[in-house]
């Protein structure tokens, strides 16, 4: 019995633990927003965001202004990817047509990430 009681406080933990991020994210997002969208598929100055995480690069429907480096990458927007990408965007595909300098906080970037999940 002891042992399901831990089970379940700690799946508890998890799941606020993890709400929590999702609402840092949240915050954290406001800086994006003047040129992508989490909450419907409508490009602005960069492509929409709407189902990033798992979705393969430069391949939002409509968005035309791609660089030629991540037309030519190949990746698919995993947790690895997104955090490299946030870190230093021009780092990661040098030509990248972004000019966000990069999120240096680890904690910021995977308060960011949890938060695209959701979208």
Do not use: Q
């Amino acid at each position: 019995m002891n042992f399901f009681k831990l089970l379940s406080f700690l799946f508890l933990i998890c799941f606020f633990s993890n709400n929590a991020f999702s609402a840092d994210g949240k915050k954290l997002f406001t800086k994006c927003k003047a040129c992508h969208n989490v909450d419907a598929e409508k490009n602005k100055v960069g492509p929409h965001l709407v189902g990033i995480v798992g979705r393969k690069a430069a391949s939002a429907a409509g968005y035309t202004k791609y660089s030629k480096a991540l037309k030519e990458s190949g990746i698919v927007w995993d947790e690895a990817n997104l955090d490299k990408w946030l870190t230093n965007p021009k780092g990661m595909y040098p030509g990248t047509k972004m000019i966000y300098p990069g999120l240096k906080s680890a904690d910021d970037r995977a308060a960011l990430i949890e938060y695209l999940k959701t979208k």
